[in-house]
Structures are given as structure tokens and as C-alpha cells.
């Protein structure tokens, strides 16, 4: 046995080498085109040459292979069907294969272009064991047009190395050396100068290389190779990087027959909230972050979130913002011909802090405003439920912070804001503009005085009375140097409308002008006062 196999993983992968030909066929079909009976091929350009990128079983009859020459390819198959290459289509079925996956396990990872890994430890007696899983996993693929191969070992690169060359082994623990020692060297995918170094040094297969000393190895082809090299030979491992982060708690329900009526549906996933309740409760936990997955026969997964400004430890509570997100969904919740798995995971969970609650009527309260908060965003967004938070500077548009309420209710609720100065005028509005708007002001006086009368939005307003200036300067570490600094005036107008308005830059120092020029002065109405 090998000195790294205790406790060692079992990673399941897969390989799909005709993907982008596969799933050319696949829309076809679907659309209701008819498929010709002719080799096809999907080309790509590379190096100022189109070539050959992926290609079907009859183009491989046919002497086709990936990286001819187009016009090659046409000499020898007249009759080609030829595809332009779609990267991002070609990854968006693969993140679509990849969501499908999830329903094995929550660890998938991507192997680009066309490959994927799957954690299995622990998790492939519920499908009948290994064998029984790679075939659920390759069988369901090719139903839906795709060439698969696959196989299982205790690395991800002996399990990659594999797929290339010998689809559908599994391999013991231990055993890695032994399955990949007759496969070529190009099994590995070190790339072509590495392969084409090997062969040249007579190492055509895996087993030539490895009865090489490493130090040898290393020094002609680097220690990145030797690291791969012994990743497959099952004497090193690295971990996979899943596509999305495990989440803290998880539980699922898997059906027999499909389910479709949303009756059933609910009924479910309120008893998956129930359980999910109970595993957390044990650590005094509860969630901030919940996801519902519901995965369709046909292999589409849908996933619905909410998030809650406090831990959530009640089932009822958790029914209650589903059904709320499930109706706000502007493309309702399709079930197809049904779903045959529904998983609830808690993504983010907190622990819990008890609170006094029976004297306490604060606590009520807020405790009855985070459910109003929470229940509104999973309605509309929880970016759309805002609070205020102050923020230390002098600049206006900057001296209030907007953030989700659901993450920031208890600061917004404890920030200490100015206090207003009793029998006075606001100093600021209470609201300003997105953006200050521009006014024409004829003539004001100078350097520092307000305007007498001015136009704003078409309209001439006289001043009557003045208070001003309030003189701000731009922060010039976060302006770097270039923000001019503002005069703001709070006047009124003949008609008793408040403005505040203010000259951006000073008379003869930020507002020079040029010898025999006037300078250019503007000025802008940042907000209303009420």
C-alpha cells in the first residue's frame, strides 16, 4: 500500500472529448433539425490556421483527427459538415453537466476544457457502490448525446490519466501504479513539448518514465512535471477545487417517482427544514444563508436563495421566506416532468446567541423587524432593503452609506447621528441629488459671494435670502489633488423655495484664468430643502 493511503479520497472522473460536437447534435435534435448523415466536424483557428477542434464518430472513420487542417480535411472528406468552435457555449454545458453532478455529490470541480472531477468519498454506497455509480453517472450522459469516459481512483490525476486511455476502470487504493504503468505518455496531459521530449528520450509510456529517478526527471522536464507524474502513480495528491463552497449543513430528499404538484413540493421542503433545524440546533447554530436545489429528471437544476439578517431557527420561519422568494420569482419554478431530488443546504449559519426575550421589549421588536426586513428581500432583493449608516468626512455625498439592511440592522440601529440644533434650519438637506445638477448663475459676487439670481431646470429664480458659504475641500488623498474645492450657500428664492447650491473652485487660485479671459465658473443645486 501506498505510504499516503490512509484516509485517502475517491475522486470520480469524467471526460467528455467530443463536447463541442456533442452538444452542436444535441441542440439540433432538440430544435427539430434534421442531422445529416455526413462526418462532422467543429473547427477552431489557431496559429493563423483553421483546424480540426473536435470532431464525430464518422469523421473518425472517415481518417479525420483534432488539429488537421480544415482544407486537409476536406480533401479527404468532400462531403464534411463543418461547425465553428463556441467556447463559451462549450462551458456553459459543461456548468450545466456540472450542476447535474451535484446531485452525487456537493464537491464537483471543473477539469477544463471538456472534464470534470467528483469527490465521492463517503458518498457512493448510496448509489450502490462505486461501479454502480460510474455507470449511473456515464449511462445517464450518453442517453443525452454525450461520448463519456470515466473512471475512479484515489487521485484526480490517476483518475484523469485514466479516462484518456482505459474509460471505466476503477482502481484500488494502492494500486495507481500498476493500472497507468502500460498507458502512453500523453495519457498524462503534460502538453505536446513534454510528451514529444519523452518519446524523443524513448519513454513512451507511463512505466519508462517512472522507472526514471525523479531527480533525473526534474532535471530535464521540471518539478512541475515530476509533481503531476507522481500524482498519477497515486504517490502524491492535491486537492480538487469545487465550483461552489461546501456548505455547513445539508440535507435532501430523493424520490422514486418524480414530484410535480407544488402541494408536494412545499410539504417536502418544509420537512427538509425541519431536519435542517434539527442537525443545526445540536451546535446552536442557525442559518443566515439558505439554498433550496431542485433537480429535474431531464438533468436541469434550479436554485433558489434567501438571506436572513439573523440565524433562523425555526421551521416556520424558513416555509414562510421560500414561499415568499418562490412567489416574487419572475420566471416561475418549472418542474417539468418533475424532480427527483430536492436538497436544502444551509450555506452560512451563525451560532446563536440567547437573548433575554420575556422582559425585554426591545428585543421583540427587533427581532420582529429583522422577519418584516428578511420577508421584504426575499420578495424584491436584499439589495433593494437598505439602511444608513453616517460616515466620518465632510464631504455631503459621502457622508451616508447605504448598505443591506440584513447584514447591517444592528449598526444602523446603534450609529450615532448629528444632532439637529433646536429652534434652527437644517444645515443640509435631508435628501440630495444622485448627481448635482447645473445651474446658470448671470453674475455673483466675488470672490466668495452667492449669486443673486440663477436658472435652474428653465426656470429663473431671484435670491432673497442668503446663509453661506460653507466652504468644503475635497479629500485630496482620495481626489488626488485634482478636486476643487466647494462654496455651499442655503438661499431662498421670492416664491420661499430653499435650495443648496455651491461654486465649484475658488475665485483666482483653482479657478485662474488666462490672461485677458474670464475664468469659467459653474455652479450647481445639490439638493432641496423641504
Known sequence: MSAYSANRRRILSLWLPRLPIDRIKRKLSQNGDALDKTPSVVVAKQHNAILIYALDDLAVRAGLSIGLPLANARAICPELTVFDADEVADRKTLDDIADWCDRFTPLVALDPPHGLYLDITGCAHLFGGERALLQIVSGALSRRGFAVSAAIASTAICA?????????????DGEEAAAVAPLPVSALGAGDAITGGLRRAGLKTIGDVASRGRHEITARFGAGFTTLLEQALGQGDAPISPRKPLPDYIVEKRFPEPVATDTVIAMNLSALAAMLVTAMDKQGKGARRLDASFFRTDGAVRTISVDTGRPV?????????????????????????????????????????????????????????????????ARIG?????????????????????????????????????????????????????RPE??????????????????????????????????????????????????????EDEAGLRFWIFRDGLYESELAAEEGEPASVRWFVHGLFA
Open 313 to 377: 431557527t425555526k421551521p416556520e420561519v424558513m416555509d414562510r421566506l421560500f414561499r415568499e422568494r418562490l412567489d416574487a420569482l419572475n420566471d416561475p419554478l418549472d418542474p417539468g416532468f418533475g424532480f427527483d431530488l430536492i436538497r436544502l443546504s444551509a450555506s452560512r449559519t451563525e451560532i446563536v446567541v440567547q437573548q433575554q426575550r420575556d422582559l425585554d421589549a426591545n428585543v421583540h421588536d427587533n427581532d420582529e423587524l429583522a422577519a418584516l426586513i428578511d420577508r421584504i428581500a
Open 438 to 491: 447645473p445651474i446658470k448663475v448671470p453674475f455673483a459676487s466675488v470672490p466668495d459671494g452667492p449669486p443673486h439670481q440663477f436658472t435652474w431646470r428653465r426656470v429663473t429664480h431671484a435670491v432673497v435670502r442668503v446663509e453661506g458659504p460653507e466652504r468644503i475641500a475635497m479629500e485630496w488623498w482620495k481626489q488626488n489633488g485634482d478636486g476643487p474645492t466647494r462654496d455651499y450657500f442655503r438661499i
Open 382 to 434: 436584499g439589495k433593494r432593503v437598505v439602511v444608513h449608516l453616517p460616515q466620518d468626512t465632510h464631504i455631503p455625498e459621502r457622508a451616508v452609506l447605504a448598505v443591506a439592511a440584513q447584514h447591517h440592522l444592528a449598526a444602523a440601529t446603534q450609529a450615532a447621528w448629528p444632532e439637529r440644533i433646536e429652534s434652527e434650519p437644517p444645515l443640509r438637506p435631508l435628501r440630495l441629488f444622485d
Open 160 to 172: 484523469r490519466t485514466l479516462t484518456r486511455q482505459a474509460s471505466g476502470k476503477i482502481i484500488a
